[in-house]
């Protein structure tokens, strides 16, 4: 069990520990893919009732080879849609894949408002024409000492936030989740995990990185609901829960916004949380990772590889914090 503080009660919260062993772990690659292919034949046909409501919403989506690639293997696409955070399914690591049968992602609008000059609401057709469509291959880093390499698809958030026309007293870029409790379990109860919405924010240089993408796809297909669909935050050389998933709006403000972990433990979870191996989390390590889906064992041991500052693209990001003291802003 896992005890997370909810400052709300003044009282720990008992969180069940996330599964540790990986589809990855247990069966062959190869075994993997006639798996995946068994899948898709029994999809098509609707004789796969749990795992077809899962992934109703995944669809053919394809993107132009961008500069953004790695030389590192990826994570098996299986890995990538079974272990995930994502807390408004449940707190363990297979709950969003088993819970988020019943979410509908589509009909979807996405509100940009606040600070800019032409707000709107877009739809998902339109949010899907409004910049050419990318595959970037990025490192993705959790905070709690695990990692993957996905093939996201999408196009820099900058795209979107130029349509607005963000005025000059925006500084910061707010994003809000969407909450739905008849659709997602992980909300409500007594004793509520986070403060719904899931809120996240980018001081306004950082959202327009061209590191910074929306995502709506990876792997060729659309978002599964597990991953974020219709569509997800992805900032490459922060922490992953940085990455906020099922965006209903974004709102350009003055001030710092209020981010959802940061409200809950602000101890624990600063507003930037730029990965960073010199800098601890209380309960994690940030030394090293272990990047899921390679190393074998049972339960999931494998050898753990050193973390790079800003998750390895220091090079095209260290120039946003200069002058910053990153083990106070972390």
Known sequence: MLEIRNEQLRCPVLIRRPADILPSEMTSRSVYMRRREFLAGALSAGVVGGIAASSAAAAPLTGVKSQYVLDEKLTPLEDVTTYNNFYEFGTGKSD??????????????????????????????????LAPMEERVYRMRCVEAWSMVIPWLGFPLKALLDRVEPQGSAKYVAFETIVRPDQMPGIGGFFPVLDWPYREGLRLDEANHPLTILAFGLYGETLPNQNGAPMRLVVPWKYGFKGIKSIVRISLVEEQPKTAWNMQAPSEYGFYSNVNPAVDHPRWSQATERRIGEGGGLFGGGGRIPTLPFNGYGEQVASLYAGMDLTKDY
């Open 96 to 129: 969003p894949s088993q819970n988020s049968g019943n979410f509908k992602p589509l009909p979807w609008t996405v509100t940009i408002d606040g600070l800019v000059n032409k707000p709107q609401t877009l739809d998902y057709d339109a949010l899907l024409k």
